[in-house]
């Protein structure tokens, strides 16, 4: 199979799926394979003849077809496949940078520990006032 483009399809010009005309500039898939659609042999001594149809022929595939196809077996164009592993790189670049400046202010707790320089964390106090109410006042009234 090859991909040409619509200039170089030859008769019908149409694609096997869709039977429609693509689109001028567009891209089809060339199966390198005709069509022929075999008849029924007039007598037992008679050879079946091929038919002729109007998908007879080149056997093509439009891009848009292709591409339904394509989905419909869940792959991915090789350009969106290209994007995501950029983005992939570039996510697992950050990952490292922070991993990197997690690790380096870890060390640096380690030995403000180690110096006696970092207080250990204590619980908050409870609040030692109490707070003021007014008997029979209520806020929603
Ligand atoms: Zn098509």
Same mark, same amino acid.
């Given at each position: 199979m090859d991909v040409i483009g619509t200039e170089y399809m030859i008769k019908?010009? =149409? !694609? =096997?799926? !869709?039977e429609m005309t693509p689109d001028p500039g567009s891209r089809v898939i060339d199966t390198l394979r005709d069509l022929s659609v075999g008849g029924v042999p007039a007598t037992a001594d008679a050879e079946a003849m091929d038919l002729v149809t109007h998908l007879s022929g080149r056997k093509y595939v439009c891009e848009a077809c292709a591409t339904d196809f394509a989905i419909k077996f869940g792959w991915t164009k090789p350009a969106d496949v290209e994007t995501l592993s950029e983005e992939l790189s570039s996510v697992r670049g950050e990952l490292n940078a922070l991993k990197l400046s997690t690790e380096a202010g870890e060390r640096v707790l380690e030995a403000l520990k180690a110096a006696d320089l970092f207080p250990e964390e204590r619980p908050v106090d409870a609040p030692s006032h109490e707070i003021f109410s007014m008997p029979g006042y209520r806020e929603d009234s």
């Open positions: 019908p010009n =149409l !694609c =096997l799926s !869709c």
